[in-house]
T-cell receptor, first 112, second 114 residues
């Protein structure tokens, strides 16, 4: 089976940096995805890691260690609009259709 | 690119009504579409995987006769909640993807059954 763990909630101030950790245990692995979801809206794709290392995209970076079953999403220069839930999702190698298993999400609250 | 349109965005209807939700990929042909439901403050729960021209694959515990999925073309999938009851009230989200591309989500449909 699959087990994906991430913190429930994190609070940080505007301009700061926040790191959201995600650990996973899966029977198959085909990449680690991060999505952002604002309340009442659908998720939007942020990043994808399939190899170990750091992927940087502007203020957002994502890291993966496959041997440790670990990823993190780093949000820099936090803005108020970054207040949202961040979903870690694992792509399942056993499924050829790109099925994802989602974590419960981390609610990030950015304060002034 | 990678725009997915979902309609309607909100539905309020009486118990026993059947509700159809459409999911369209506007600027790409989707090899696969997925249907999720999400309860407040919970994560996305996959309901079914849909490929064009074939029967949908349902996740364990999801009633296929209750949640009918039709994937008539590479750009359109529909989910019909048949004889909906208050416990079916939820946020339903579709996603679509191309081969070797991430899933892109529609804006979701908030379904409220009275």
């Amino acid at each position: 089976g699959q087990n994906i763990d991430q913190p429930t909630e994190m609070t940080a101030t505007e301009g700061a940096i926040v790191q959201i950790n995600c650990t996973y245990q899966t029977s198959g692995f085909n990449g680690l995805f991060w999505y952002q979801q604002h309340a009442g809206e659908a998720p939007t794709f942020l990043s994808y890691n399939v190899l170990d290392g750091l992927e940087e995209k502007g203020r957002f970076s994502s890291f993966l260690s496959r041997s440790k079953g670990y990823s993190y999403l780093l949000l820099k220069e936090l803005q108020m609009k970054d207040s949202a839930s961040y979903l870690c999702a694992v792509g399942l190698r056993t499924d050829s259709w790109g099925k994802l298993q989602f974590g419960a999400g981390t609610q990030v609250v950015v304060t002034p | 690119g990678a725009v997915v349109s979902q309609h309607p965005s909100r539905v309020i209807c009486k118990s026993g009504t059947s509700v159809k939700i459409e999911c369209r990929s506007l600027d790409f042909q989707a090899t696969t579409m997925f249907w999720y439901r999400q309860f407040p403050k919970q994560s996305l729960m996959l309901m079914a995987t849909s490929n064009e021209g074939s029967k949908a694959t349902y996740e364990q515990g999801v009633e296929k006769d209750k949640f009918l999925i039709n994937h008539a073309s590479l750009t359109l999938s529909t989910l019909t909640v048949t004889s909906a009851h208050p416990e079916d009230s939820s946020f339903y989200i579709c996603s679509a993807k191309q081969t070797n591309q991430p899933q892109h989500f529609g804006d979701g449909t908030r379904l409220s059954i009275l």
